[in-house]
């Protein structure tokens, strides 16, 4: 998978800050020829390898077949398509496997940075081959903290029993994928989205935060299990052990939009 990603990286760089066709999807989303070049690219070189695996990806139909096979890839040719429309640095390649709903390994490439997160299950995590771990912050206040600004800003927040969040250095990305691995690889405290989320922008990472000595569960604390019938997750909330818990406290209680 991760010579995969790789050599897919190649077809982004072409088109990056370009020319090519660009289109909104059902639900407004934005989706581009390059999306599509990569997919078709990783559907070929993956399940010619292993064609008994299922796939689901967010560019291909989807087909009810995965459900019943063994191991799954889980596939997003580009997270972060908004970045890559804007000309930024800040979107992914992602692939995983996923085995009885939790990734058994992963890769998360950033074509344009060079970055190549991998994980393989009870194997560790790697940022281009080294080995990378979470942060042992213990404190959300000063903590690093990738999401979006008004995640942490809404009023409601100052609602009892609600608690506003404390003074916090936050960042955000478009690829969702890219904000699981940047903590993975210590470069981030934590990520908090607390919005529906599909398999695909979160299979490949939640490995890697994993084997990084990361947690990366729901808002509610709850394990993502992925390859469902509907591939959708309702929230993720990613961090140091510590910290992790302490976030949670936090927001386990919010009622969110069900996915």
């Known amino acids: 998978m991760e010579e995969a990603v790789r050599d897919a990286g190649a077809i982004a760089r072409k088109f990056y800050r370009g020319s090519y066709r660009k289109w909104s999807k059902d639900k407004g989303q934005p989706v581009t020829e ?3 070049a990569i ?16 796939w689901l990806s967010e560019e291909t139909e989807d087909a009810p077949q995965r459900l019943q096979a063994p191991l799954v890839f889980v596939v997003d040719p580009i997270d972060g398509t908004v970045a890559f429309l804007k000309g930024r640095p800040y979107f992914t390649i992602c ?8 990734p058994l390994a992963g890769a ?7 970055e190549c997160f991998t994980a393989v299950a009870s194997q560790g995590a790697r940022l281009n081959g080294k080995s990378i771990h979470v942060t042992q912050r213990e404190q959300i206040e000063g903590c690093r903290m990738l999401g979006p600004k008004a995640t942490f800003e809404h009023p409601d927040w100052s609602i009892a029993p609600k608690l506003a969040w404390p003074p916090m250095h936050i960042e955000t990305r478009s690829s969702v994928a890219y904000r699981l691995a940047l903590v993975a690889c210590g470069a981030f405290d934590a990520t908090v989205a607390l919005s529906a989320k599909h398999d695909w922008d979160l299979a490949a990472a939640d490995v890697i935060v994993q084997e ?21 997750q309702p929230s993720v909330v990613a961090a140091g052990p510590v910290l992790h818990a302490q976030i949670i406290e936090r927001v386990q209680d919010l009622k969110l939009p069900a996915p």
């Open 212 to 232: 990084a000595g990361g947690r990366l569960t729901a808002h509610t604390g709850a394990t993502l299990h992925y390859n469902g019938r509907d591939p959708v």
């Open 39 to 54: 997919d078709a690219f990783l559907a070929q070189r993956l399940m010619s390898a292993r064609r008994e695996y299922g």
């Open 34 to 36: 390059c999306d599509l």
């Open 108 to 114: 998360v490439y950033n074509p344009i940075t060079g």
């Open 95 to 102: 692939a995983a496997t996923v085995r009885d709903g939790r």
